[in-house]
Each structure stands twice: as structure tokens, then as C-alpha cells.
């Protein structure tokens, strides 16, 4: 992870070594927007961009129809993430302190985890 601020604004870039583009990268770029929002929300900051960098992104073989699947789909809008209290620090967040507004998700895809 590499933080950086400019003006009011906090802004995170990842260095991702190996991503599983259909399972784990989607993951990856949600949970570093939330980290990001934390971040921001701790240090009395807006938050920024965030940016991904991958070496070795793929996708596995066996994920090919359910990718294809994803791809068929109309985007909706993304939802708003609202942090209902500001802890003492970025190690008391809790579950019930996050509030996910408009998120209209499509049907769940399944595929198998690659070990």
C-alpha cells in the first residue's frame, strides 16, 4: 500500500503481485476503497483516488463462462459507503459503524476458488 495526500485529500495506490481478476480483484478494489475511506475519515482528509496495480493478473480457465457472464451484464450504479462514526482509531471500527446506501447488486455468480 503506498498513501499520499494532496490538499484535504487522502488517496491509496496497491501493488498487487498475482490477481485473480474474476474473484479476488474485485475484492481487492472494493476493500481498498473502504480502507481508503477509514483512512481519510482518521486523519480528518477527503478521500481520493485509489489506483491498482497488477503484475501477473489473469483468469483462470475455469472461470471463462462465468466471466462471460459478468461481461454480458448492464453496469448499475455503484453504491455509497457512509461511516456512521469516527473511533478513537482505525483499530475500533465495527461492523455496525458502515452503512452501504443504494447498492442494487445482480445475482450472485458462482465459480470455484483456484489452489
Known amino acids: 500500500y503506498q498513501f499520499y495526500v494532496a490538499g484535504r ?14 474473484l479476488g480483484l474485485p475484492y481487492n478494489t472494493a476493500s481498498l476503497a473502504v480502507l481508503t475511506q477509514m483512512l481519510a475519515q482518521q486523519c480528518d482528509l477527503e478521500p481520493g483516488e485509489i489506483i ?5 493478473s489473469h483468469i483462470y480457465s475455469n472461470h471463462m463462462e462465468q466471466v462471460r457472464e459478468q461481461l454480458g451484464r448492464q453496469p ?6 457512509n ?20 447498492y442494487s447488486p445482480h445475482a450472485h455468480i458462482a465459480a470455484p476458488v483456484a489452489v
Open 83 to 102: 461511516i456512521l462514526r469516527k473511533p478513537d482509531s482505525i483499530y475500533d471500527y465495527k461492523f455496525e459503524d458502515f452503512e452501504l446506501l443504494d
Open 9 to 22: 485529500t487522502l488517496s491509496a495506490q496497491l501493488m498487487i503481485r498475482s490477481s485473480d481478476s474474476f
Open 76 to 81: 448499475r450504479p455503484l453504491p455509497r459507503l
Open 52 to 56: 491498482i496495480c497488477t503484475g501477473d
